[in-house]
């Protein structure tokens, strides 16, 4: 009897004992909790919607926007378009970029390097630039008085003259556009009145309505390029030190960049096979971005940015412009906006604004100490290889 009592009083104080526990760790609940809560809340903003980042990327090259947007015809693209670029035009090209994990990669929007070049050489192609001998012509087309096509056309081939002249050939490019949205938002109304968002908007329009091109003979222009790398003036052209060399000097020093004792940009020799001009242009790029919240009394998301006005020549625009505050709160925001635009102005003469090219990949060179030196000294304001 007397052993029941005993173990009955131990269960009581026993119990007693964890109520008296959780008695003590109670009042610390009420701020652990919350504390939690808020740390899972600033992870979800500041890593999921980025507030800390803003709207638009600052390295932007508008090089690289034109060339993304020219690209997508299905053509290499020349930036900026210009009339001084011809087939049989000799490029060194900084066509690729290798990352530390051993990935090569051709495009990455920072690494503007990609794609810079610099002309070293000339071929004449005039020859097998000629177009295809005996080759049909057809007549224009005829305008009615209201500028549509007429329903009769000339059906039958016009004379060809041979005076040795070279003659453009149309090509149509489909009119592009292309719009994205992108929301990320994240509300903690019910606990903390907070919110928070982070909205992009991209329209991106291509519209050329006449193209004419012009170019030579795939096969005739590797064997153009095989020989003219191989005589003797001319094979220290197709080196991966000269045309290194030659890039650091007028494109970037950066070229000579060295990881694990080789280059981490890879060099092309590209010989301009054939090209696409037009008279007129009407390219429109812009990028609009907002990155805000606020938390108290009525909490509110940032407005998603309006696209913006397309300006009436080249152009590109920064803003920044903070939010409002809601009322019994605090508030933060964030917005930006960048446009580029070439206006539908009609050129006194074609310009080339793509082309296509037969490539032959230049196996890297191997580091000196000299192209190093030089590097630094760029950085200083000397080209490679300055005298001191």
Known sequence: MGQDEQGASQDVSGSGGMSGRRQAIQPYLRYIVPA???????????KWIRVNEPPLSDDQDVGTLWSESISRLGIQPL????????VGDIYAVISAYDEEDGTTREKAPNRP????????????????????????IFATTKIESDK???TIQDQLEVPATADGRLKVTLVAFPGLKVSDDSNVDASFLDWFSLSAGRRNHQDEMVTIKVAETYGASNVESVLALSNWCAAEATKLYCSDAFARKMLGYIVNNEVFDVRDNKYVYRLDIRLVTRVYMTRAIDFRRSNDGSVGGSIGEEARK?????????????????????SAAPDNGAGFGRSGELTMAIGNVLYQRPVVFGFKSVTF???????????AAASKAGEQGKAPGDAK
């Not at 930036?79 to 011809?86: G, I, K, M, N, R």
């Not at 794609?115 to 070293?120: A, E, Q, Y």
């Not at 940032?302 to 920044?320: G, K, L």
């Not at 990949?361 to 192209?371: K, V």
């Open 36 to 46: 939690l809560i808020l740390a899972l809340v600033g992870f979800v903003v500041v």
């Open 79 to 86: 930036f900026p378009p210009q009339e001084d670029f011809y």
């Open 113 to 136: 390097l990609l794609r810079k070049s610099v002309k070293i050489g000339h071929i004449d192609l005039r020859n097998v630039s000629l177009g295809t001998p005996g080759a049909p």
């Open 148 to 150: 549509t096509a007429s």
């Open 302 to 322: 940032p407005d998603a940015p309006a696209p913006a006005a397309p300006p009436p020549a080249s152009a590109a625009t920064s803003d920044v412009r903070p």
């Open 361 to 371: 990949a230049l196996d890297p060179s191997i580091p000196e100490a000299a192209p």
